[in-house]
C-alpha cells in the first residue's frame, strides 16, 4: 500500500467546506461556462446512459480554438444560463447517474484553487461559491494558515506553478515573493489601522520596492521590509495618513467607472444584477438626478449605514482582500506587475465599498446577509473575468488614476 503524504499550504477554512448543493443560494452550475478537459469530452461523447445521451450529443461542444488538453470541450449553457445537467433540484445529473468520477476537473474541483510554488502545494477557495464566503467573511479571527498532510493518491489539479528559484528572477523581486507574502498578509491583518490605511501603507511599500529594483538593489528588499515593519508597529505612519485627503466624490466616480465597464461587457448573473440594481436606486443613481443629490446621498449612506456596520465587521473586508491576495499569489501570480497587483486589490476594495454604500441606502441599513451576497455574487461576475481584470488596471492606467496619490485617495475612508 501506497501511504505517501504530500503537504498542502492552505487557510483553515478549508478544513471545514462542504459542498451544500441543492441547498446552495447561487449554483455553481447557473450563470458561467464549464470548460472540459480532453479525457471528459471523449468520455461524455462515447457515453451511453439513455438519459444523458441525447444532452451530450447536444450540448457537449469541442472547443477548435483550444489547442489545450484542459480546454478541449465546454457545456453549452441553456438561455437561461442554467447548465443543461441540472435536475429540477438543482442537482448534477452526471454525478447522480455516472457518479463522481465522470465530472470534469472544473466540477471536481471548484471552488478549490492548487499552486505549486517552489515545490510547494497551496490551496484556497474562491470567494464565487456562496458556502467558502460564509465561512472565509464571518470568521472574527480573521484568516490563519495551516499545513496539512494527505495522500499523494487524492486527485490533484495543478492551476498554477511558480518558481522563485530560478535563474530567471536573479536579481528580481520574485526571488523575495516569501519576504514579501508574508509582510504583506500581515500588514493587510494588522488591526491596529483600519483597512484604508493598511491598503495605503502597502502601496508605500511596493512603491520602495519598485525603487530598489530600478536602483538593482532587490537584494536589499528584505531589510527594508524589516525596516517597514517596525515603522508601523511603532505607528509611525499615522501622522502621513491623516494628512491623505477624503474625498467621496472621486471614489463613487471611479468605483461607478469601473462597475459601468463591467455592465457593457454583459452581466449573466442575476444574483449581481440585483444587488447592482439596489446599489444605484440606494445612491438615487438615475437618468436626469443632479450629481450634488447622489453624492449627498452617497455620503449619507456612508456615514449612518456603512461606518457603524464596519466598526463592528471590518474584519469582513479584511478576510476578503488577504484569501484574494493570497490565492492570486499576489503580488506576482497573473498581473504584469507588483503595481498591477496593488491596483487590482485597491479597486476590489473600492468597488465592494461602492455596492455596500448603495444596498445599505436601499435596504436602510448593512447586515452580513446583504453583504455576504454583495462580495460574493461581485466576485462570481467579476473574478473569473481575467480580460476584465486587466482591462480595469488599464483604463485606470489610461486616464492617469494609477498613482500612490491616487489609490490613497480611492481608498481612504472616514474613521
Not at 19 to 38: P, T
Not at 98 to 118: I, N, Q
Not at 200 to 223: T, W
Request: with cysteine.
Amino acid at each position: 500500500m501506497n501511504n505517501k503524504k504530500r503537504t498542502v499550504l492552505q487557510p483553515k477554512y478549508m478544513e471545514n467546506f462542504k459542498c451544500i448543493g441543492a441547498a446552495c443560494e447561487d449554483s455553481c452550475c447557473i450563470g458561467w461556462r464549464v470548460e472540459l478537459d480532453k479525457k471528459t469530452y471523449l468520455e461524455y461523447k462515447k457515453a451511453h446512459d439513455k438519459e444523458l445521451k441525447p444532452i451530450f450529443d447536444k450540448m457537449v461542444n469541442r472547443k477548435h480554438n483550444q489547442k489545450s488538453d484542459g480546454f478541449y470541450g465546454k457545456i453549452k449553457m441553456e438561455s437561461n444560463g442554467r447548465c443543461p445537467f441540472l435536475d429540477e433540484k438543482n442537482l448534477c445529473k452526471i454525478y447522480l447517474r455516472l457518479g463522481e468520477e465522470a465530472l470534469s476537473d472544473t466540477c471536481t474541483f471548484y471552488p478549490r484553487l492548487v499552486h505549486r510554488v517552489d515545490g510547494t502545494f497551496e490551496r484556497s477557495a474562491t470567494m464565487s461559491c456562496p458556502e467558502i464566503a460564509r465561512l472565509v467573511l464571518l470568521n472574527p479571527d480573521g484568516i490563519a494558515f495551516e499545513n496539512i498532510k494527505e495522500d499523494q493518491e487524492n486527485n490533484i489539479k495543478i492551476d498554477k506553478i511558480f518558481d522563485t528559484e530560478g535563474h530567471l528572477y536573479m536579481n528580481k523581486p520574485q526571488r523575495y515573493f516569501w519576504d514579501i507574502r508574508i509582510f504583506s498578509l500581515s500588514l493587510l491583518q494588522n488591526r491596529k489601522y483600519n483597512l484604508g490605511e493598511r491598503l495605503i501603507i502597502l502601496g508605500i511599500v511596493y512603491k520602495k520596492i519598485e525603487e530598489l529594483c530600478l536602483n538593482k538593489s532587490a537584494k536589499e528588499i528584505p531589510l527594508m521590509l524589516e525596516k517597514m515593519g517596525s515603522m508601523i508597529e511603532k505607528g509611525e505612519f499615522k501622522e502621513e495618513l491623516e494628512k491623505i485627503p477624503v474625498n467621496i466624490q472621486i471614489q463613487m466616480r471611479i468605483a461607478k467607472e469601473l462597475t459601468d465597464k463591467k455592465v457593457l461587457q454583459g452581466i449573466n448573473s442575476n444574483r449581481y444584477l440585483q444587488c447592482l440594481k439596489e446599489t444605484l436606486l440606494g445612491i438615487n443613481y438615475k437618468t436626469g438626478e443632479k450629481l450634488e443629490n447622489i453624492l449627498k446621498k452617497y455620503e449619507e449612506n456612508y456615514n449612518d449605514y456603512l461606518i457603524p456596520y464596519l466598526k463592528e465587521k471590518e474584519y469582513i473586508l479584511e478576510n476578503y482582500l488577504v484569501n484574494e491576495y493570497f490565492k492570486e499569489l499576489m503580488p506576482f501570480g497573473t498581473f504584469k506587475s507588483m503595481w498591477d497587483s496593488y491596483i487590482f486589490l485597491c479597486v476590489l476594495y473600492s468597488m465592494v465599498m461602492l455596492h455596500l454604500i448603495g444596498m445599505a441606502g436601499h435596504h436602510k441599513g448593512l447586515n452580513d446577509d446583504l453583504t455576504l451576497k454583495a462580495i460574493q455574487s461581485f466576485s462570481k461576475v467579476v473574478l473569473h473575468n481575467s480580460k476584465y481584470i486587466q482591462g480595469i488596471i488599464r483604463l485606470l492606467k489610461d486616464n492617469g488614476y494609477d498613482s500612490l496619490a491616487h489609490m490613497s485617495i480611492l481608498i481612504k475612508g472616514k474613521k
